[in-house]
């Protein structure tokens, strides 16, 4: 790979025909049009907060170099901004009078508005841009090096950049596209941000069964997304059609997983509501995630519920009840022990050889507390656990 570093460029430069798109969040060319500021694998503009797009004119006001910038030279009359994009687009839409800034003395002022000087101070400074030129893999593999100021591009944003093409154009255009109406409905059972390609992540995960950049590679050239948008909207139909209630825990979960498991299997959508009410209220299942996947499974797998345990306070009175009665009988203080006829039934276990045992089970409605607990030796805990 070449790279050539350049100081000649300014401000001035970069803006002549500068061109922001608002509806898009977008910069999109500058240097006369040589210069596409986001190509397809850039995320969107997310200076755009009034901080991060002042700080970058201010630096510029104050002299203070902003930075390498990092262009990839594709064809003689073509360049393509590889890092720094968020910088360009700040100071081309101050430059073109989107956003103002304060002055010394706290005046919202536009670019048009400034003196003279200070207007000349912000087009005359030159940029430190290095252009780079090399085939596509070393371009990328290099992008992953260098993208480390900033926000950091994130697993999805690096592979958008890596199989760019018309696939992630038409892709982007539905799952990471804020103006989507849908959005709203999905991120009640996707986490993240549609501008960060959440969203994007998860249909692309479901429908590869986790095999996204593979799923990528083979499609980068489709000139549709049939496959993808069909198959995510087969999970989200199946999710909101199972489960009428829409709770917050419902967030992230790996509903492509849970699809593929279970969307062949018929559910009461009204049973599985009155079943799903009951766990929530019951104070002993505590982990609330994991009663979607035990309601798929037939109400079966208690594990994924992580039901309260028995406290150490608990464990110890019953260890100390239950064995003083065994040595006052003379056997063992594990009832189950207690009913053989090996060497055991008359074993005194300590208390850190015992575990608590819920003597009716808490899927049969069996409660957490003293009344219900039992101790017993490990080795019949484990095989009553078992059955
Ligand atoms: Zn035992």
């Not at 002549?16 to 850039?42: A, H, M």
């Not at 048009?112 to 207007?119: E, L, V, Y």
């Not at 009461?268 to 929530?280: G, M, Q, T």
Request: aromatic content about 10%; hydrophobic content about 35%; some cysteine.
């Amino acid at each position: 790979m070449k790279t050539t570093l350049r100081t000649d460029i300014t401000v001035k430069d970069i803006c002549d025909g500068f061109v922001y798109n608002e509806l898009e969040g977008k910069g999109l060319f500058g240097l006369s049009g040589k210069l596409t500021i986001q190509p397809e694998y850039q995320r969107n503009y997310i200076y755009a907060d009034g901080k991060k797009d002042v700080a970058v004119v201010e630096s510029l006001l104050k002299g203070y170099p902003l930075g390498l910038i990092y262009f990839v030279k594709v064809s003689e009359d073509n360049l393509e901004v590889l890092d720094g994009q968020q910088r360009i687009t700040s100071f081309g839409r101050y430059v073109t009078d989107k956003f103002a800034v304060k002055d010394e003395n706290g005046m919202e002022q536009y670019f048009r508005g400034i003196a003279a000087d200070k207007q000349a101070k912000i087009l005359d400074a030159q940029l430190l841009i290095y252009e780079c030129e090399g085939t596509e893999s070393e371009i990328k593999e290099w992008f992953k090096t260098i993208n480390i100021a900033g926000v950091p591009l994130n697993d999805q944003e690096l592979l958008n950049s890596v199989y760019s093409g018309p696939f992630v154009t038409l892709a982007k255009a539905e799952f990471s596209n804020s103006q989507n109406a849908n959005t709203q409905k999905w991120s009640a059972y996707i986490r993240g941000s549609v501008n960060r390609q959440d969203f994007l992540e998860r249909a692309l995960d479901w429908v590869s069964k986790g095999n996204i950049g593979d799923y990528m590679s083979r499609h980068r050239y489709d000139t549709d997304i049939k496959e993808l948008k069909t198959y995510f909207n087969s999970v989200i139909d199946w999710v909101s059609g199972v489960f009428i209630d829409v709770e917050k825990e419902m967030r992230g979960l790996e509903w492509g997983r849970l699809y593929e498991e279970h969307h062949h299997k018929p559910y009461n959508p009204a049973k599985i509501s009155a079943e799903l009410r009951k766990l929530y209220a019951d104070p002993y299942v505590s982990n609330k995630k994991g009663i979607f996947e035990y309601l798929l499974g037939g109400s079966v797998d208690t594990k994924l519920l992580t039901v309260r345990v028995f406290d150490e306070a608990t464990k110890k009175s019953v260890y100390a009840k239950q064995t003083a009665q065994a040595k006052a009988k003379g056997v063992s203080n594990c009832p189950l022990c207690a009913l053989g006829h090996d060497a055991n039934q008359s074993k005194i276990w300590k208390l850190n050889e015992m575990d608590a045992d819920h003597v009716t089970a808490w899927s049969k409605g069996g409660a957490t507390d003293r009344a219900n607990c039992q101790m017993l030796c490990k080795t019949h805990n484990q095989a009553k656990g078992n059955r």
